[in-house]
């Protein structure tokens, strides 16, 4: 059986089908039909999924805890090759980019990952995407349909359809695989302690700030501006000053927020890459050639450590 023109989307992060959703409803209005959400997950899941503008709900049953995605894959495998939508639209998460790969070798079929954005060009359905790390950006458009495409948290608002009428739920029974592997073990992380994604405003510290110490005086300004502190990537990984779910780049959060305040950020791509959602970007640098201005709203050649003062006074004042 094929359903023409319908979109799959598919994410073991249920917050992330969502995002998913709001990609597919812009390809939607290009003359796509029906939407559809694969839930790996319980009875919770299918009804938070219900709650964005889907058409259906494949809802793959009685997964056992702690699976691991070569469980799932035969199962998502035989859902899509027995549907044949026209798109599928993955979550790029570590688990997603693998189900994209398998799928996509196992279908026959292009997969495009780390999607922008989508257009449509004179041949059809195109997707912006980042190359080479982060480092450059590409249209590129599929020979031939179906395709697939994977697309990063924060690249689309998630929307709720308060008025959407409620969805078409289809069990889809569970196949567990006669080889597979066998999970021993399982650690939990540490919970993180922000979400970089969510925030409203984000203040992000790159190397222009000299000393450790010194990001006590930025804190200040994050509590009076109701801001996340967030960092580049050597302050992350190569220094050590702050945690790495602050880091701000492509491997690193991608953040959607209202204002980017970025302090003594020089601007190199795999970091911008990150802050492309943001509303209003401000930058502080004292190198008036930054890459950093190219991407700013609104730019403040001058040394950060007269800016910070300055403002945090500003505010306390306002």
């Not at 209003?280 to 700013?296: G, H, S, T």
Request: glycine letters at 8%; hydrophobic letters at 45%; a negative charge.
């Amino acid at each position: 059986m094929s359903d023409q023109n319908q979109i799959f989307v598919i994410s073991e992060e249920v917050s992330l089908i969502g995002e998913l959703v709001s990609a597919a409803r812009q390809l939607n209005n290009d003359g796509f039909s029906t939407i559809a959400a694969v839930v790996i997950g319980d009875q919770s899941d299918v009804q938070r999924v219900g709650s964005f503008a889907v058409d259906q709900i494949y809802w793959i049953e009685q997964v056992p805890e702690g699976y691991l995605v070569e469980d799932v894959f035969l199962t998502l495998w035989e859902l899509v090759n027995q549907h044949k939508p026209t798109v599928v639209l993955i979550g790029a998460t570590t688990s997603g980019r693998l189900i994209c790969g398998r799928l996509a070798a196992r279908l026959d079929v292009s997969a495009i990952t780390d999607v922008r954005s989508f257009e449509q060009v004179k041949d059809g359905l195109a997707a912006r995407h980042m190359i080479f790390a982060g480092g450059a950006e590409r249209l590129e458009r599929p020979r031939r349909l179906p395709v697939l495409f994977t697309i990063a948290k924060g690249q689309f608002e998630a929307d709720i359809v308060q008025s959407h009428t409620a969805p078409q739920v289809i069990p889809v029974p569970f196949r567990l695989p006669e080889k597979r592997a066998i999970l021993r073990e399982r650690k939990d992380l540490p919970p993180l302690s922000v979400n970089l994604a969510e925030a409203k405003r984000v203040i992000c510290l790159g190397r222009g700030i000299a000393h450790q110490e010194d990001v006590a005086q930025v804190e200040q300004l994050a509590q009076v501006l109701g801001a996340e502190i967030a960092c580049t990537r050597p302050l992350s990984e190569g220094l050590g000053w702050l945690p790495r779910e602050r880091y701000i780049g492509i491997s690193g959060a991608y953040i959607k927020s209202d204002l980017y305040l970025g302090l003594g950020v020089s601007g190199q791509v795999q970091h911008t890459i990150g802050i492309t959602n943001a509303r209003v970007v401000v930058a502080v640098n004292r190198d008036p050639d930054a890459p950093i201005f190219k991407q700013a709203d609104y730019g403040i050649v001058a040394d950060l450590y007269e800016v910070v003062p300055a403002l945090i006074q500003g505010l306390h004042e306002a």
